[in-house]
């Protein structure tokens, strides 16, 4: 994790002179242990160990990121002055947990699908997306789009514009050769056209397991279908037995649950 992102977080959490709370302990010595109070999937260890090596603190990670934890796991020990591990201690637990519980429910929703890529979406938080995406990544998903110019995404505005097949023209000609154009349907017979006007990749939106499915089968071999939309750990599995190629979640991200993550000091 690079030293500005720490240091913008840690100047959101008040580290200086207005930081009483940590000033307490000022001139003592401390141990601790970052544990998990739940199974999970680690995600954070490197950007947790970031923080406290920042704050001058000791930190032994005894765990990998994508690692498999049961409840009651130690995931971090550290060790040395106390004003600064309590300091970067909310910092870095936030970090583990909020990572966690993403690759946690990604772990659980990939197993689910088997050999069916599952991927994220761009639901992310603002400012925070490297490391949702990190954490899909270690769950054993697909982050699917970074950013907007990872590949051409044409949705039912774009559509509603300028025409289907207009917008993949135009796409064509403004995008690189390397660069993948995927248009989002709601129909069976607005895939058919995606795929006939050259879409790559054709998301089939909203479309329940069954009928997404059948509507994978009609497209050609080389266009990759995508489904997506209100799909759930509950309900990836049906998606995947159905035949898409990928299923993507926004709720990987924006409602996945903090994995229950505390430090104790010895």
Not at 128 to 133: D, M, P
Not at 198 to 215: F, K, T, Y
Not at 217 to 224: D, F, G, R, S, T
Request: include cysteine; charged fraction near 30%.
């Amino acid at each position: 994790m690079r030293t500005e992102t720490i240091e913008r977080f840690l100047e959101e959490d008040g580290v200086g002179w207005r930081d009483v709370t940590s000033a307490l302990v000022a001139g003592h010595d401390a141990t601790a242990t970052v544990k998990t109070r739940e199974q999970g999937v680690a995600a954070g260890v490197e950007e947790a160990t970031a923080v406290f090596d920042y704050l001058g603190v000791d930190c032994t990670p005894l765990v990998e990121d994508g690692e498999r934890i049961d409840e009651g796991d130690d995931l971090l020990d550290v060790a040395g002055d106390a004003e600064a591990l309590l300091r970067g201690e909310r910092l870095a637990i936030n970090l583990l947990g909020s990572m966690s519980g993403i690759a946690s429910v990604t772990r659980a929703c990939a197993d689910r699908a088997g050999d069916t890529r599952v991927a994220a979406t761009r639901k992310t938080t603002p400012g925070y997306r490297y490391f949702e995406k990190k954490a899909v990544k270690l769950g054993g998903g697909d982050p699917h789009r970074y950013d907007l110019a990872d590949a051409v995404l044409i949705k039912e505005n774009h559509i509603a514009v300028v025409g289907l097949e207009e917008a993949v023209e135009e796409a064509a000609e403004r995008a690189s050769f390397t660069t993948k154009i995927e248009v989002e349907a709601e129909t069976e017979a607005e895939a058919l056209r995606a795929a006939e006007a050259g879409a790559d990749i054709v998301l089939l939106d909203n479309m329940a397991p069954e009928e997404a499915g059948a509507v994978a089968a009609k497209l050609p071999e080389n266009v990759i279908a995508e489904a997506s939309g209100g799909i759930t750990t509950e309900t990836v599995g049906e998606y995947a037995a159905a035949g898409v190629d990928v299923v993507s979640m926004g709720s990987l991200t924006h409602s996945a649950p903090v994995l229950d993550v505390t430090m104790l000091v010895a």
